[in-house]
Nanobody
């Protein structure tokens, strides 16, 4: 599976961005998908994840109620709608895929990674 993330940019605090991740392959629906982020000087952290066919989602406490993850299995894409952005959301955002029906919070469970897209939130 190859992943291509897009949609990052510069936004003011309180604004919104929508990240997208396009995946190659014909069995996209069998993969759990997730978004992680890494800020300068910090470890990569879990943001949100979504399971495959039977859709369930999980979020980091820091983004609950502000971010929404979704997927379109027909188009092999996963999206992250980010609202009410804060300066502390500034990071490089990565999409990831795991060969599993269920999602995980641990980055080590994800075998495939996209190249990352920069999100910068100004105060």
């Amino acid at each position: 599976v190859q992943l291509q993330a897009s949609g990052g940019g510069l936004v003011q605090a309180g604004g919104s961005l929508r990240l997208s991740c396009a995946a190659s392959g014909r069995t996209f629906s069998s993969y759990a998908m997730a978004w992680f982020r890494q800020a300068p000087g910090k470890e990569r952290e879990f943001v949100a994840a979504i399971s495959g066919v039977i859709i369930s989602t999980g979020y980091a406490d820091s983004v609950k109620g502000r971010f929404t993850i979704s997927r379109d299995n027909a188009r092999n894409t996963v999206n992250l709608q980010m609202n009410s952005l804060r300066p502390e959301d500034t990071a490089v955002y990565y999409c990831a895929a795991a060969e599993s029906s269920y999602y995980y919070y641990n980055s080590g469970a994800y075998r495939y990674w996209g190249q990352g897209t920069q999100v910068t939130v100004s105060s």
